[in-house]
Structure formats: structure tokens, C-alpha cells
Nanobody
Framework: VQLQASGGGLVQPGGSLRLSCAASGFSLDYYAIGWFRQAPGKEREGIFSCISASDGFTYYGDSVKGRFTISRDFAKKLVYLQMDNLKPEDTAVYHC?????????????WGRGTQVTVSS
């Protein structure tokens, strides 16, 4: 099981980014996939968005609800996180992870994250 997040960068407040999570070694209909982040000098924030393996149920935490959208492409084995109306407090390293149970639940396996910086 391997995951690799990509697509981060520097964006101005109010801007958008789309992160990608490449999955290998398993099918996207086997594990729920979620995103968590860690801001500099802060504790890791728990799973703030996830998508279930079976029926595509999606979850968003209050910090991102209405601004972020999670989706997946089975053929490409990619999970996407569309992030709109970004705020400076969204600045963090973002990781995608398999979940230990249904969405939402704790992260199980994750790989290298991608840096998102929101600044003017």
C-alpha cells in the first residue's frame, strides 16, 4: 500500500488548488481514503475530508466544509482534493491516507505530503 500526494504550491488567499493522491498496491474500492494536514508548529489535524470505499460517501470537517471537494478516479487510481477559497490558515503539509475503518476514521497508511502555502 503506497500513497503519494502532489499538487501543492503557493496561492493567494481566495485562490484554488487541486491536490492529487496517487494510490498503488491496492484498489480504491478497498480502502476509504482521507486527507489530513499538519501546519508548521502545530499538532497534526485529523482527517478533515474522506471518501468511502464502497458507495463514495464523502465527509468534510467544519474547517473545510463548503470550500473543499473530494473525488476519485478509479481508472487512474487517483483521489483528488479540490480546494477553493483558500485561507492563510489552510497553510500546511497535506497528506492522503488509507483509513483504518469507514469514512471518517483514523489514518492508517500515508506517504509523503505536499506543501500548500496560502499567502499574499
Amino acid at each position: 500500500v503506497q500513497l503519494q500526494a502532489s499538487g501543492g504550491g503557493l496561492v493567494q488567499p481566495g485562490g484554488s488548488l487541486r491536490l492529487s493522491c496517487a494510490a498503488s498496491g491496492f484498489s480504491l474500492d478497498y480502502y476509504a481514503i482521507g486527507w489530513f494536514r499538519q501546519a508548521p508548529g502545530k499538532e497534526r489535524e485529523g482527517i478533515f475530508s474522506c471518501i468511502s470505499a464502497s458507495d463514495g460517501f464523502t465527509y468534510y470537517g467544519d474547517s473545510v466544509k463548503g470550500r473543499f471537494t473530494i473525488s476519485r478516479d478509479f481508472a487512474k487510481k487517483l483521489v483528488y482534493l479540490q480546494m477553493d477559497n483558500l485561507k492563510p490558515e489552510d497553510t500546511a503539509v497535506y497528506h492522503c491516507a488509507t483509513l483504518v475503518s469507514v469514512c471518517p476514521s483514523q489514518p492508517g497508511n500515508w506517504g509523503r505530503g505536499t506543501q500548500v502555502t496560502v499567502s499574499s
